[in-house]
Each structure stands twice: as C-alpha cells, then as structure tokens.
C-alpha cells in the first residue's frame, strides 16, 4: 500500500476486555516495530519483528501484551485483560533498511 | 526506555522567526533522527544524521550532531505556521532496531 495502515483507529472498551490491533505495512517492508505513547510522552518501544519472527520482544510491558505477523506482512497487537493504564496511541512502524522508520496514524486506545 | 531528551519541552515563536530544539541522548549510538508528530498521531521523518556526521540540511531543516557531547539540534529557519507540531529525537544503535525516543518538544508557530 501506500503507507503503513492502523485499525482500528479508536477503540474504547472496558476494563477486563481483551482488544486487538492490527498493522498493515507497507508493502515490501520487513520490519515492523510497535511503539505505544502515553498522553504527553514520547514514543515507548514494544517489540520488533524481522519477517514473521520477533528477535525484540523486550519493551512488551506485561505477559497480558502478545503479538504476531503472519506472511510477513500484517501484524497484530492483542492485549488481554486490558487495565486503564494500558489507555494510550499504539502506533506501528514498517521499514525496508533500520535507519528510516515509516508510522502508520496510530489506534488510540482508550480503556474505561 | 526513553533515551533521548528533548530542550526546550514547548517553544513559543512567530512566523519567519528560527525554532531551535535540542536532543541530549545517554548511550553510543549509530545514528539519530528527528521526527515530527502533528495532532499526536502518525510521526513523520524528518532527517537523519549518522553518528559519524557532524552536520546536515535539508530544505529548511539543519540538524548537528555533537557525539563528544551525546547532544543533537534541530534547527527550523523561517519558521512557518505549518511547523506547528511536536518534534522528537530518536536514537538507534548497533544492537538494535528499536529506536529510542525523547518525549519531545512542542513547538507553536504563531502567524
């Protein structure tokens, strides 16, 4: 595609609920990484695949945070049990070489 | 975890006039960048200069690169209304793809 594409791009959902969100990079890209930003904050690192596997898993904050990618193309962000302090922008990044990093608008996740 | 830091965290400026932020950083890197983040969504990348660069342009935008002193800046001439957004550092290093960001600074260009 054109860009890297995020979906939802809100979702609100109660304390408990278990969400999933989902990254299209762009195509050809064989890295993904996902980042997560709290309100007023810089970026929080999540975890970075290389093709379908995921060499970093190490900014996943809790065992609630899993992800995949299947094909080597989308990518989906499932957090479980979701807590307040999970609310947030949780944006997706794809790129071809590491030095230039293209984001996706980001889901704004929003957990009452 | 966050390793850049941003200076000034809001700046304040009218159209025509130079926004200056800087970017302090802990750890050796291989390079660092500058993003920028309108209306808090999608960043957008602005520039990158490799850690054994000292200086680089681009458009308006120059950025300076001080290793001795793990300290960047980003230097936006003729500022306009549209440069309205916050601006972020990011550093990556040699043993990973991750890049690790500062919180960023707000910049408000005023007509």
């Known amino acids: 595609g054109a860009g890297v594409s995020q979906s939802p791009s809100n979702k609100v959902t109660e304390k408990g609920k278990d969400v999933e969100l989902r990254c299209d990079p762009i195509s050809g890209h064989t890295a993904l990484y996902w980042y997560r930003q709290s309100l007023g904050q810089g970026l929080e690192f999540l975890i970075y695949?290389?093709?379908?596997?995921?060499?970093?898993k190490s900014g996943l904050p809790s065992d609630r945070f899993s992800a995949e990618r299947t094909g080597g193309s989308v990518s989906t962000l499932t957090i479980q049990r979701t807590q307040q302090e999970d609310s947030a922008v949780y944006l997706c990044?794809?790129?071809?070489?590491?030095?230039?990093?293209?984001f996706g608008p980001g889901t704004r996740l929003t957990v009452l | 975890s966050q390793q850049g830091e941003e200076d000034p965290q809001a700046l304040s400026i009218q159209e025509g006039e130079n926004a200056t932020m800087n970017c302090s950083y802990k750890?050796?890197?291989?390079?660092l960048q500058w993003y920028r983040q309108n209306s808090g969504r999608g960043l957008v990348h602005l520039i990158l200069i490799r850690s054994n660069e000292r200086e680089k342009h681009s458009g308006r935008l120059r950025v300076t690169l001080d290793t001795s002193k793990k300290s960047s800046s980003l230097l936006i001439t003729a500022s306009r209304a549209a440069d309205t957004a916050s601006y972020f550092c990011a550093t990556g290093t040699n043993s990973g793809y991750a890049l690790n960001f500062g919180k960023g600074t707000s910049l408000l260009v005023t007509p």
């Open positions: 750890t050796s890197i291989n390079n």
């Open positions: 990044a794809s790129s071809l070489i590491p030095d230039e990093q293209f």
């Open positions: 695949f290389q093709g379908n596997s995921a060499p970093d």
